[in-house]
């Protein structure tokens, strides 16, 4: 399994790069949010990756975190959402994005993605309405760095923190208040727009779980 790849960007195209490790010319297949979030031809730069195997056909799909990889396991685990389809969904919502869309139960947004129908983007938000809260709970640091300029050999940095520490503190804090992980999701997805900070965003949320009159 190729899970990781780091190298020099050779090429850009519109749905895939080629990345050269060692030598070696990788086509990795990426969404277009990606292939944008790259740095100029030439540079070095790291991609996670996922490689599809069939009879006839091997293919490897690049994505900038740990999170976006693991959305597109899941996407792609929903019956006719294949890699394209799934690329497309990262590709318009991003990673954040499909986490509110699927913790919301909003399927128009999955809708937005080209190629995806009504009917299959309802599945898609019934099917992994569950797995949001265990997503939404990944840390950035979780994700090894992403897309950085690295050198050979050269790790790259844990990336810095970010909004999504503190939806999953906020999750934290909502589950040890005896909340369903579901709940809290939809809650936190709600409201994340209007927090500035973690204590706004577990106040906002906890507004938002409150009976309503």
């Not at 031809?41 to 975190?65: H, I, N």
Request: with cysteine.
């Amino acid at each position: 399994m190729i899970g990781r790849l780091t190298g020099r960007l050779d090429h850009k195209a519109s749905d895939h790069v080629l990345l050269d490790v060692n030598g070696v010319g990788y086509l990795v297949y990426c969404s277009d949010r990606t292939i944008s979030a790259l740095p100029p031809v030439k540079s070095p730069c790291a991609l996670w990756t996922e490689l599809l195997v069939r009879e006839d056909l091997l293919q490897l799909f690049g994505f900038l975190t740990v999170q976006e990889r693991e959305w597109h396991r899941l996407l792609t685990g929903v019956q006719g959402i294949g890699a394209k389809g799934s690329l497309a969904i990262l590709g318009t919502l991003g990673v954040d994005g499909v986490a509110q869309a699927i913790a919301l139960g909003d399927a128009n947004a999955v809708k937005a993605a080209p190629g995806v129908g009504p009917k299959i983007a309802q599945r898609v938000v019934l099917e992994l309405k569950g797995k949001a809260p265990a997503m939404m709970m990944m840390e950035e640091g979780d994700a090894g760095g992403g897309i950085v300029p690295v050198s050979d050999g050269e790790a790259p940095p844990p990336s810095a923190r970010g909004p999504q520490a503190g939806r999953a503190e906020a999750l934290s804090a909502l589950a040890n208040l005896g909340y369903s992980p579901v709940d809290a999701a939809r809650a936190v997805a709600s409201v994340a727009g209007d927090a500035t900070d973690t204590s706004d965003l577990i106040r906002a949320a906890l507004r938002e779980l409150a009976p309503k009159d």
